[in-house]
């Protein structure tokens, strides 16, 4: 820690845990940590503990209770030096004599200064990056801290840089902006240097490398930053003729209509365009301080026709807030602030072709208040016109993307199967893991942690690993399109399973390792275009493979090795992965004959041996282009003259 306060978090039931805080816990002579304590109190020097107790989480919180001002002239209980403190901290949690967990500090803080001297208003002077790199070490992220790994970090002590000086960064990142490029004489080794590359090798100082960009002498063009107002019309006098799949929803005022989604990065965006029949169903996580209202209700859609609609808003009150509210901080209650908000909200859109016919949102109201983490859902549902009772008639028998993919079990009496990845909560084990359906086209990764004793028996830890595993696919057989009917054997695929691979290692019988354990599932899903309805493509599913990857699996030994229980992640992936709907025709003789000619297909290119002389070449002027040509023709033809015998005889002549 480098400031004066430090936060942590105790994972457990905390009824009747004793904290303490041990100073400077290391032996002198030694070096090594003394034996834990915990008849210590919460008060060690001049550092403070405070524990906040919660229901599973108790947040522990380390503080310094003296000043760090610089010491003036015949004053106490000051800094000496700009290194104020260096110490070493334990803190302890403990039932009764027995130690649970303990959390090992290293302090290195500096006083606080303040300026009192004249501010210079000489603006800093950046280096042209076309000749300097504009940071010679880019690791340094944390200004007037240590950075850990980064070794070319001025601010890092011989001491601290000990600690991963095995470890440190590598490559620019690292601190080494200029490092020797391929094309450099002195940076290739004798075992993969090409004949030709003494001839074509390049002598220069690494000040000259390209990768500060400026041996191209390139137009320069400004970036067009995308506006999110569009016009309305794509073209004078052409009418708006509808949505496609895919297409944002306008508004009335040519603006995307917005519902907050999940990014890449798996953060939640507030001003993302909802996608003409694109479903979706996200979760975000807010507080009252971070807490915005999204796009208004009153808001008209543009229906496709250049027509507006209103939406149909339907209020209700939030009956239980357990569903929502994750985690309560417990505060005061003459302190607590709250507020009325937006708990959830679900948007229906009927469409019929390529237009909007009415958009339904129900708006769930709750109070939110101070300290409380609200989990927001929002949802969004496209109906076709033609559906009754809520259920869409499958217009496109084909499945769209974010559709729940159908699974059936055509071996028992109840046909209905399930598809699912995990979704892990709270600590993200496996006893506490959620699931959700895998969704068309939607590429993903989860996973959750298994608790395992170091005397865990390795066929019973295999097994109970694949029942964790084969929970999520209850299924012999895939739909291949999204109407798949359950009496029809044709409308669905059967599932190919790969067992897990063994070894037959063995352990010799040590404990805590185990070999061959299928801790990673891997669900490769093949579909196809094979057609279009309405102009929407037509997706069919055509096999689904399941396979396990094996690892070793072996006991960590935390701090101490008081604990016997270690963690096991296993993980879950769906693929999906794209096929033509028909085998390709074959490729005639004169195709391949004509390949070894195309420069698309093959890195070396004959037919542009020539490329740098010829107009269309702009990397340099044509005049130093031509005059480079020529010389090297000079050298060609002296090189062929002197290898000549002839030569050599008049020569000796």
């Known amino acids: 820690m480098s400031g004066p306060r430090v936060n942590s978090f105790f994972f457990g039931n905390s009824s009747g845990v004793n904290f303490s805080i041990i100073l400077s816990p290391r032996d002198a002579e030694t070096g090594k940590l003394q034996p834990a304590n915990c008849s210590r109190s919460r008060r060690a020097g001049d550092w403070n503990l405070d524990v906040t107790p919660g229901e599973n989480t108790s947040k522990v919180t380390v503080s310094l209770s003296r000043t760090l001002e610089l010491c003036l002239p015949n004053a106490t209980e000051c800094c000496p030096s700009p290194l104020c403190m260096v110490e070493t901290l334990q803190v302890l949690a403990c039932r009764g004599s027995e130690m649970l967990a303990q959390l090992l500090i290293q302090a290195e803080i500096f006083a606080n200064s303040s300026f009192a001297g004249n501010v210079s208003e000489n603006a800093t002077i950046i280096p042209n990056q076309a000749f300097k790199p504009l940071g010679s070490c880019p690791c340094n992220l944390t200004a007037g801290a240590c950075d850990v790994r980064c070794c070319c970090d001025l601010e890092c002590t011989p001491d601290l840089q000990q600690l991963f000086s095995g470890s440190c960064f590598t490559g620019v990142f690292g601190g080494d902006v200029n490092p020797p490029f391929d ?13 030709w590359f003494p001839f074509l090798c390049v002598q220069s100082s690494l000040d000259n490398t390209p990768f500060l960009g400026y041996f191209y002498h390139g137009s320069i063009s400004t970036p067009k930053i995308p506006s999110f107002k569009i016009p309305l019309q794509t073209s004078p006098g052409r009418p708006f003729t509808g949505y496609r799949e895919g297409d944002p929803v306008i508004t009335e005022e040519d603006e995307y209509f917005t519902v907050p989604q999940q990014s890449m990065a798996g953060q939640c965006v507030g001003n993302a365009p909802v996608a003409y029949l694109h479903n979706f169903d996200v979760k975000c996580l807010t507080n009252l301080e971070s807490y915005k209202e999204g796009l208004p209700h009153d808001v008209r859609i543009n229906t496709g026709t250049a027509d507006f609609i209103q939406q149909n808003v339907v209020y209700r009150a939030i009956t239980d807030k357990g569903k ?23 948007y229906k859109f009927i469409w019929k072709d390529n237009n909007i016919e009415q958009v339904n949102v129900t708006v769930f109201l709750g109070s939110l208040c101070d300290g409380e983490i609200l989990t927001q859902r929002f949802t969004v549902e496209f109906l076709s016109l033609n559906s009754t009772n809520g259920e869409e008639l499958f217009e496109n028998p084909g499945y ?21 990845i995990w979704q892990p909560a709270g600590r993200g084990l496996c006893a506490s893991a959620t699931y959700r359906p895998v969704l068309f086209g939607v590429d993903s990764y989860s996973g959750c942690i298994l608790e395992v004793d170091i005397n865990e028996d390795c066929s019973f830890l295999r097994g109970n690993v694949t029942e964790k595993l084969n929970a999520l696919i209850q299924a012999t057989h895939i739909g291949k399109r999204d109407n798949s009917s359950y009496s ?26 185990c070999p061959d354990i299928p801790a990673n599932l891997n669900i490769r899903i093949i579909f196809a275009k094979v057609g279009a309805v309405q102009g929407i493509p037509q997706q069919q599913i055509l096999a689904v493979q399941i396979s396990y990857s094996t690892v070793l699996w072996q006991f960590q030994c935390g701090l101490g090795c008081k604990n016997t229980l270690s963690f096991l992640p296993i993980t879950a992936s769906v693929q999906f992965v794209e096929v033509p ?12 004959i004509y390949a070894e000619f195309d420069c698309n297909q093959n890195e070396v290119c004959w037919p542009q041996l020539l490329y740098p002389l010829t107009r269309f070449y702009t990397g340099e002027p044509y005049s130093q282009c031509l005059a480079k040509g020529l010389f090297l023709a000079f050298l060609v033809l002296l090189a062929a003259i002197t290898s000549n015998p002839w030569f050599s005889k008049l020569w000796n002549r």
């Open 400 to 420: 769209q993307a974010g559709k729940p993919v159908r699974a059936a079990n055509l071996n028992a009496s109840d046909p209905l199967g399930r598809l699912n």
């Open 183 to 195: 094309q450099l004489c002195s940076s290739q080794s004798v075992e993969c240097t090409p004949e």
């Open 488 to 513: 029809d054997l044709n409308d669905w695929v059967e599932i190919i399973r790969l067992d897990p691979f063994s070894s037959n290692m063995s352990t010799g019988g040590l404990k805590g390792i």
């Open 324 to 346: 929502f509210i994750t985690e309560s901080e417990n505060l005061l209650a003459a302190e607590v602030l709250c507020q009325n908000v937006t708990f959830a909200e679900h």
């Open 581 to 592: 709907a028909q085998p390709p025709l074959p490729v005639s003789r004169y195709q391949n």
